[in-house]
């Protein structure tokens, strides 16, 4: 099973963009869903997920009120749309998947989830 990132981007301090992962072959609407950044130097970092049943969304302090999680069980698609982009939300964003809570989702490390995807990067500038 391949998760497929999309939609990053150059964007400027303020601006937004919209992140998707699909999950083809998964049984997605058994799976906790998020995403995973990575700033250069550091480690992969939380950022949100999202219930199977869509009833329990959960954010890093940094996004709350800017970031936004939902899924669509039918397409087998997360997405992730950010507002607000500040310069520090640079870095490559991962969605992931584990057959979990969202709450337990965002108390794991990075390498515990069942499926990483490829990365999909996004630069903010000043």
């Known amino acids: 099973v391949q998760l497929q990132a999309s939609g990053g981007g150059l964007v400027q301090a303020g601006g937004s963009l919209r992140l998707s992962c699909a999950a083809p072959?998964?049984?997605?609407?058994?799976?906790?869903v998020g995403w995973f950044r990575q700033s250069p130097g550091k480690e992969h970092a939380f950022v949100a997920a999202?219930?199977?049943?869509?009833?329990?969304?959960y954010y890093t302090d940094s996004v709350k009120g800017r970031f936004t999680i939902t899924r669509d069980n039918f397409s087998n698609t997360v997405y992730l749309q950010m507002n607000n982009l500040k310069l520090e939300d640079t870095a490559v964003y991962f969605c992931?998947?584990?057959?979990?809570?969202?709450?337990?989702?965002?108390?794991?490390?990075?390498?515990?989830?069942?499926?990483r995807g490829k990365g999909t990067q996004v630069t903010v500038s000043s």
């Open positions: 992931v998947a584990r057959r979990t809570t969202a709450h337990t989702m965002s108390r794991l490390p990075y390498n515990a989830m069942d499926y």
């Open positions: 999202i219930s199977r049943n869509v009833d329990s969304k």
């Open positions: 072959g998964l049984t997605f609407s058994t799976y906790a």
